[in-house]
């Protein structure tokens, strides 16, 4: 059974494989709290993970290693198994759905582990590797739903207690809910006090919408940026764990977490994953009450796909008001496109990019379509200059 001991004990067997990670001030996430970030994108595989994969793969019986090991994952459990696995001499096999990252796919091989792609999602893969372990006889390695990967993950919480011990508000992300089920168990058994709080992308509320009705449900599709908590049902065990020890799950919306990866970024030089940044984003916004309070958020991880990166900026970007597009409706006449990019440069934007179309279609033979796509400093910079486009007679189009 799941105890503080067999945390404890946990925390003594991972001392010289994992990286302690330290807290990070971070007042600038939300000004009306004390924000600490807790960076599990810094540990070693570049995500919490690696705390619950090693523990249970410590705990396996000579016979159990013998077989070799087996694991499904988005990408984070699978590096954690791999280097796990390798540093204790066992064979892996990892089975990934095939749109995990290409980064996190050639992490894991390069930790060791053989890799299985698997058409579908995490469940698809979770399948698919129970399918292999009745075939060839592996031993499984769960990514959420076993009391010593639990453990592992809840030495998390031990180490927050002892580093921020009037800590009064902890948010985690949460996909199949291990990480929050050990750092939650931690943190109330030792001081019953401590608000825990879980974060869900919006694309993949499995927790929420199992504690709503009451028992697990499995959705019929995730879709999120947020890969590393892309999971359709919660394990059993998480969610009577999550069921006692949680104060609440909320979600937050894409737009919400390129917002916070983009924070991360540039206030804290630190880079985080979709799932990772699920708690920060929900601070930011105000999902959970953390005004006045001293908060911890967990980064879970950082192993983003540098693919997508340029596109989850741009999303940061657009959300935060640091980017702004606009089309404008003008007469097609000499000084006119001047004459706009005097009134942005005039309010302080900046002009990266024009696209200048002739409209054939429209009832004014002299008119055109101006479109700019320019940096600003906020929405309230964005009002200011499109009231001017209005004030100086512009129609805009969109």
Excluded at 26 to 45: D, G, H, M, R, V
Excluded at 294 to 313: A, E, H, M, P
Aim: net charge neutral; aromatic share 6%; proline share 4%.
């Amino acid at each position: 059974m799941l105890s503080l001991d067999c945390m404890y004990r946990a925390a003594f067997a991972l001392k010289d494989v994992i990286r302690r990670t330290d807290l990070i001030y971070a007042p600038q996430i939300n000004p009306e709290s004390q924000i600490y970030l807790k960076p599990e994108n810094l540990q070693y595989t570049g995500s919490f993970k690696l705390r619950g994969a090693c523990y249970k793969i410590s705990r396996l019986t000579e016979e159990e290693k013998a077989r070799g090991v087996i694991a499904c994952s988005a990408g984070n459990h699978a590096q954690g198994v791999a280097l796990g696995a390798t540093k204790h001499g066992i064979r892996s096999l990892i089975c990934l759905p095939e749109g995990a990252p290409i980064s996190k796919v050639e992490a894991t091989k390069r930790y060791g582990a053989d890799v299985c792609l698997v058409p579908g999602v995490y469940d698809d893969a979770y399948r698919r590797a129970l399918e292999l372990k009745e075939e060839k006889g592996y031993t499984f390695i769960h990514p959420f739903d076993d009391e010593f990967v639990i453990a592992g993950q809840g030495t998390i919480g031990l180490e927050l207690a002892e580093q921020l011990p009037d800590v009064e508000v902890v948010i985690v992300p949460v996909g199949g809910g291990g990480l929050i089920s050990g750092v939650a168990y931690a943190l109330k058994s030792l001081k019953p006090s401590i608000q825990v709080y879980g974060v869900q992308a919006a694309g993949a509320p499995s927790m929420l919408r199992s504690l709503e009705h009451q028992q697990r449900e499995c959705l019929p599709s995730v879709s999120t940026v947020a890969d590393g908590i892309a999971v359709k049902q919660p394990g059993e065990r998480t969610y009577e764990l999550v069921s006692k020890y949680v104060d609440g799950i909320v979600t937050v919306s894409e737009d919400e977490i390129c917002t916070a990866i983009l924070t991360l970024m540039e206030q804290q030089k630190l880079i985080a994953e979709g799932a990772g940044a699920v708690s920060v984003a929900a601070a930011m916004f105000n999902k959970v009450p953390v005004a006045g309070k001293k908060t911890v958020c967990v980064v879970s991880g950082g192993n983003i796909d540098v693919n997508i990166l340029n596109r989850v900026i741009g999303r940061g970007l657009d959300m935060s008001g640091r980017s702004y597009s606009v089309t404008l409706d003008l007469h097609d006449r000499p000084g006119e496109l001047m004459r706009v990019a005097g009134i942005v440069a005039k309010l302080g934007g900046n002009i990266i990019s024009v696209l200048h179309e002739r409209n054939s279609n429209s009832c004014n033979v002299t008119a055109c379509y101006l479109r700019l796509v320019m940096e600003t400093r906020n929405a309230e910079h964005i009002t200011l200059i499109r009231n001017a486009f209005v004030e100086a007679g512009y129609d805009i189009v969109k």
